[in-house]
């Protein structure tokens, strides 16, 4: 091997740190939109700084949560539409933040590739400084590493954490009861759960991301299925503000099946009217393509329910109104029981 003529350089090994400071100087922009009161300081230092009192919290509790997007990001490396997965990002931390209680507050990303596009991460990044900005927390920091032979050319990798805060005693769940109304709130889609069998579906149908999509006449399959997931903060906090709400559960892995039962009482269960609410389309189709038991659909995907509400029977009329002011389709699908466990009726699909 032959050496340049000054020695060998970060860069002759496939890193560009003036691509990073590019990318840093493009995005500000973007996580300037998302501060909010506590926003002490955010990109550029080694650390960031958030001021709770300055939020407006007098006890306050933290709570934190990390997630992914899973292999919907196959879908929009093969695509090229990359903007959706950072709402994705963000919808999948701060959707289970609002279901502790908590209001996020603050957001930070992890993005990692084998070589640094500029453009394609800072869409992507601006797409997180959006879901940030509709949940009302801020984007303070993250981590970009270009990391050379740890990806194929193009890929890349996204995780995120996110900090919420409530005031000490106002945790969720709390005095669930036999009685109390389950509302379903719609989701936009198939969210970001259960893709790898989404893939699967597309490659048995012999379709490609390209496609028409075959329940959408607008748009392709592949952008079809990268529909962010639905961000429920603003929404649910002001249900819980309202007085009423006991749980939330989050219709993510695990589908209704499993996700409801997380926020009830062990002896407690759920009775659910699988004829109360009409999923989007997207999972007939996958159910038809892969000749799927209605179980396994309840199990695996939201099938159209993104956020569930446990509520007092005497507010149920009056959280779904709100909710519905606040832009969600609500249903009443069903009740808590004094039996553990979901058992449903009526037929999904």
Same mark, same amino acid.
């Given at each position: 091997?032959?050496?340049?003529?000054?020695?060998?350089?970060?860069?002759?090994?496939?890193?560009?740190?003036?691509?990073? !400071? =590019?990318?840093?100087?493009?995005?500000?922009?973007?996580?300037?939109?998302? !501060?909010?009161?506590?926003?002490?300081? #955010?990109?550029?230092?080694?650390?960031?700084?958030?001021?709770?009192?300055?939020?407006?919290?007098?006890?306050?509790?933290?709570?934190?949560?990390?997630?992914?997007?899973?292999?919907?990001?196959?879908?929009?490396?093969?695509?090229?539409?990359?903007?959706?997965?950072?709402?994705?990002?963000?919808?999948?931390?701060? !959707?289970?933040?609002?279901?502790? *209680?908590?209001?996020?507050?603050?957001?930070?990303?992890?993005?990692?590739?084998?070589?640094?596009?500029?453009? /394609?991460?800072?869409?992507?990044?601006?797409?997180? =400084?959006?879901?940030?900005?509709? +949940?009302?927390? +801020?984007?303070? *920091? *993250?981590?970009?590493?270009?990391?050379? #032979?740890?990806?194929?050319?193009?890929?890349?990798?996204?995780?995120?954490?996110?900090?919420?805060? %409530?005031?000490?005693?106002?945790?969720?769940?709390?005095? $669930?009861?036999?009685?109390?109304?389950?509302?379903?709130?719609?989701?936009?889609?198939?969210?970001? !759960?259960?893709?790898?069998?989404?893939?699967?579906?597309? #490659?048995?149908?012999?379709? &490609?991301?390209?496609?028409?999509?075959?329940?959408? &006449?607008?748009?392709?399959?592949?952008?079809?299925?990268?529909?962010?997931?639905?961000?429920? $903060?603003?929404?649910?906090?002001?249900?819980?503000?309202?007085?009423?709400?006991?749980?939330?559960?989050?219709?993510?892995?695990? #589908?209704?099946?499993?996700?409801?039962?997380?926020?009830?009482?062990?002896?407690?269960?759920?009775?659910?009217?699988?004829?109360?609410?009409?999923?989007?389309?997207?999972?007939?189709? %996958?159910?038809?393509?892969?000749?799927?038991?209605?179980?396994?659909?309840?199990?695996?995907?939201?099938?159209?329910?993104?956020?569930?509400? $446990?509520?007092?029977?005497?507010?149920?009329? =009056?959280?779904?109104?709100?909710?519905?002011?606040? *832009?969600?389709?609500?249903?009443?699908?069903?009740? $808590?029981?004094?039996?553990?466990?979901?058992?449903? /009726?009526?037929?999904?699909?």
């Amino acid at each position: 091997m032959t050496l340049p003529k000054n020695g060998i350089t970060y860069a002759d090994a496939g890193v560009d740190i003036d691509a990073g !400071n =590019a990318l840093v100087d493009r995005i500000k922009p973007a996580a300037k939109r998302t !501060n909010r009161p506590g926003v002490m300081a #955010g990109l550029g230092g080694f650390g960031a700084l958030f001021d709770l009192k300055g939020a407006g919290y007098q006890d306050p509790i933290l709570v934190a949560a990390t997630d992914g997007v899973g292999t919907k990001l196959r879908i929009a490396i093969d695509t090229g539409h990359v903007e959706g997965v950072g709402v994705d990002l963000v919808a999948m931390c701060v !959707n289970d933040l609002v279901c502790q *209680g908590a209001e996020p507050l603050f957001f930070l990303d992890y993005f990692a590739t084998g070589a640094l596009d500029t453009d /394609q991460a800072a869409r992507i990044i601006e797409g997180i =400084a959006l879901g940030c900005e509709r +949940a009302g927390c +801020a984007l303070i *920091g *993250g981590e970009t590493a270009e990391m050379p #032979g740890m990806y194929p050319a193009g890929d890349f990798d996204l995780a995120g954490f996110s900090v919420g805060a %409530m005031e000490r005693g106002q945790d969720l769940p709390t005095g $669930v009861a036999s009685g109390d109304v389950l509302l379903g709130l719609s989701s936009d889609g198939v969210h970001s !759960n259960g893709y790898s069998l989404v893939r699967k579906l597309v #490659g048995l149908s012999g379709l &490609s991301w390209e496609d028409a999509c075959p329940w959408s &006449s607008e748009s392709s399959l592949g952008a079809e299925l990268l529909t962010p997931t639905r961000l429920y $903060v603003r929404p649910a906090l002001a249900a819980i503000r309202a007085g009423g709400v006991h749980a939330l559960a989050h219709i993510t892995g695990g #589908g209704l099946t499993e996700n409801l039962p997380r926020v009830l009482p062990e002896d407690l269960g759920a009775q659910i009217d699988l004829n109360s609410w009409t999923p989007p389309p997207v999972f007939d189709w %996958m159910a038809r393509t892969g000749g799927m038991a209605e179980a396994e659909m309840l199990k695996t995907f939201n099938c159209g329910l993104g956020m569930i509400l $446990v509520v007092a029977p005497d507010r149920a009329d =009056a959280l779904t109104a709100l909710l519905t002011e606040q *832009g969600e389709e609500v249903t009443r699908i069903g009740t $808590v029981t004094d039996t553990a466990g979901v058992q449903y /009726q009526g037929t999904l699909l």
